[in-house]
């Protein structure tokens, strides 16, 4: 179907809220997943304050980048620390906390290991072997008067804090979701049953 494409990456800002929610459930032993180290001094908030801090810009971000994938790039740790120095305490542990947050994360992310790995692996599952774009385009409903844009955003791991299914126009994939039954099963349904029942909400 000529008017239906997909578009598919690896966000830098829904990926850097996986990265630091894991390392806020690691740190406080309740989780064991990457990034594991101690992050005591990085100022964070409390824990219910940081968990509706974080559903808040969660949902921020879901929602511009539902919009348009160019709102996310690799600049923007900086172009809106206003609004990521939210999970932090409003003090000079929280600003410098988020300053190495942000550097641990770009060296990670930004490596060979990070971004560019996710995504190409991804790919591979996505469009190769499971032929992703016919088998969605196959089963939603399509208006054939004007083109259609089905967007996928890559995490590496699954968002614990936040609601990754409010647009039917936009998935949020973890790696978990394309490489682990019964998730992987399961995938194109989830995605075209929310795109079928028509859950677009208003911009």
């Not at 990085?42 to 824990?47: A, D, M, N, S, T």
């Not at 032929?131 to 996928?152: A, G, T």
């Not at 039954?181 to 929310?194: A, C, E, F, G």
Request: proline residues 2%; glycine residues 2%.
């Amino acid at each position: 179907m000529n008017n239906f494409t997909i578009k598919s990456n690896a966000p830098y800002s829904l990926n850097y809220l996986v990265y630091i929610q894991n390392a806020f459930l690691s740190n406080k032993q309740k989780n064991s997943k990457f990034p594991s180290f101690d992050i005591s001094h990085w100022g964070l908030l409390e824990e219910q304050l940081f968990c509706d801090a974080y559903k808040n810009i969660w949902a921020e971000m879901t929602r511009r980048i539902s919009q348009s994938f160019l709102v996310d790039h690799n600049g923007i740790l900086e172009t809106e620390q206003k609004l990521f120095q939210k999970l932090f305490k409003p003090d000079n542990q929280g600003v410098e906390g988020f300053a190495e947050s942000r550097k641990s994360f770009y060296a990670w992310f930004s490596s060979l290991t990070g971004q560019i790995t996710i995504e190409r692996a991804a790919d591979h599952i996505l469009y190769y072997e499971m032929d992703i774009y016919n088998e969605v385009s196959n089963m939603i409903n399509l208006n054939d008067e004007y083109s259609q844009e089905l967007l996928i955003s890559l995490i590496y791991d699954d968002c614990l804090f936040g609601d990754s299914d409010c647009y039917s126009w936009h998935s949020i994939i973890s790696l978990q979701d394309i490489y682990l039954q019964p998730q992987k099963k399961k995938l194109v349904s989830k995605i075209t049953n929310r795109w079928n029942n028509n859950k677009r909400e208003q911009n």
